[in-house]
């Protein structure tokens, strides 16, 4: 839990608003006692996320929604398994399902974002444009979002250099787009090539050059 919350305080310091915790490892009493923690410790401004890998089955996720509604959460990500996209419309159907919103991740991959958005099982959506069939699509999916109520966040899948700056620009072109899971280079040992819009105080400035970045990846083109 120590770590969890001083890696949090890093992230603020270094400009970040918006954090993410994952959950569902441990016991939903480890969980709550850690996401209160990282919220005691940061500013009330901060919007903290918890992500579950849909680690849950129905009944645990709805008593951790109910463990977790206090610490004041944006939303909780995949609390379910992929595959069970009735289970999550259920979950915030639920008359005893807590007000803490829900966000899908991999259920959005597994059955694409038009049949998510039709069982209305989502607050927010994230959308990861390697993962979707690339930058085009992944925008044409968080427009639909938005035009449905549903707020789309734009991450990665981990990505090198050259897929994330086209993640950078998907989410640039999203009106209004909330924090999104773009600082993820520092999680690879070595890159393709250097970032031309890395992050920096928890912001990306978005290349204006022709394409992804002007001339930032020629070094990686083959001929033939």
Same mark, same amino acid.
């Given at each position: 839990?120590?770590?969890?919350?001083?890696?949090?305080?890093?992230?603020?310091?270094?400009?970040?608003?918006?954090?993410?915790?994952?959950?569902?490892?441990?016991?939903?009493? &480890?969980? #709550?006692?850690? =996401? *209160? /923690?990282?919220?005691?410790? $940061? %500013?009330?401004? +901060?919007?903290?996320?918890? !992500? @579950?890998?849909?680690?849950?089955?129905?009944?645990?996720?709805?008593?951790?929604?109910?463990?977790?509604?206090?610490?004041?959460?944006?939303?909780?990500?995949?609390?379910?398994?992929?595959?069970?996209?009735?289970?999550?419309?259920?979950?915030?159907?639920?008359?005893?399902?807590?007000?803490?919103?829900?966000?899908?991740?991999?259920?959005?991959?597994?059955?694409?974002?038009?049949?998510?958005?039709?069982?209305?099982?989502?607050?927010?959506?994230?959308?990861?444009?390697?993962?979707?069939?690339?930058?085009?699509? &992944?925008? #044409?999916?968080? =427009? *639909? /979002?938005?035009?449905?109520? $549903? %707020?789309?966040? +734009?991450?990665?899948?981990? !990505? @090198?250099?050259?897929?994330?700056?086209?993640?950078?620009?998907?989410?640039?072109?999203?009106?209004?787009?909330?924090?999104?899971?773009?600082?993820?280079?520092?999680?690879?040992?070595?890159?393709?090539?250097?970032?031309?819009?890395?992050?920096?105080?928890?912001?990306?400035?978005?290349?204006?050059?022709?394409?992804?970045?002007?001339?930032?990846?020629?070094?990686?083109?083959?001929?033939?």
């Amino acid at each position: 839990m120590n770590a969890t919350v001083a890696a949090a305080e890093r992230a603020v310091d270094s400009g970040f608003d918006c954090l993410k915790v994952k959950v569902g490892v441990r016991g939903i009493d &480890a969980d #709550a006692e850690r =996401l *209160r /923690a990282v919220r005691d410790a $940061v %500013e009330s401004g +901060v919007s903290l996320r918890a !992500d @579950a890998n849909g680690a849950w089955d129905r009944e645990t996720a709805r008593e951790a929604l109910a463990r977790l509604a206090p610490v004041d959460l944006a939303y909780v990500e995949q609390p379910l398994p992929a595959g069970d996209l009735d289970g999550a419309a259920a979950l915030r159907r639920a008359d005893e399902t807590p007000d803490v919103p829900i966000a899908l991740d991999e259920s959005v991959a597994a059955h694409g974002v038009d049949a998510v958005l039709e069982a209305r099982a989502a607050d927010a959506v994230v959308l990861k444009p390697m993962a979707l069939g690339g930058p085009d699509r &992944a925008l #044409a999916a968080a =427009l *639909r /979002a938005l035009a449905a109520g $549903v %707020e789309p966040i +734009v991450t990665t899948t981990v !990505d @090198a250099v050259v897929a994330r700056t086209a993640a950078v620009h998907v989410a640039a072109a999203i009106p209004d787009v909330a924090p999104c899971g773009l600082a993820t280079g520092s999680l690879l040992r070595e890159d393709l090539a250097a970032d031309p819009c890395p992050v920096d105080a928890g912001r990306v400035a978005v290349p204006t050059a022709p394409g992804l970045a002007g001339g930032a990846f020629d070094d990686l083109r083959t001929d033939g």
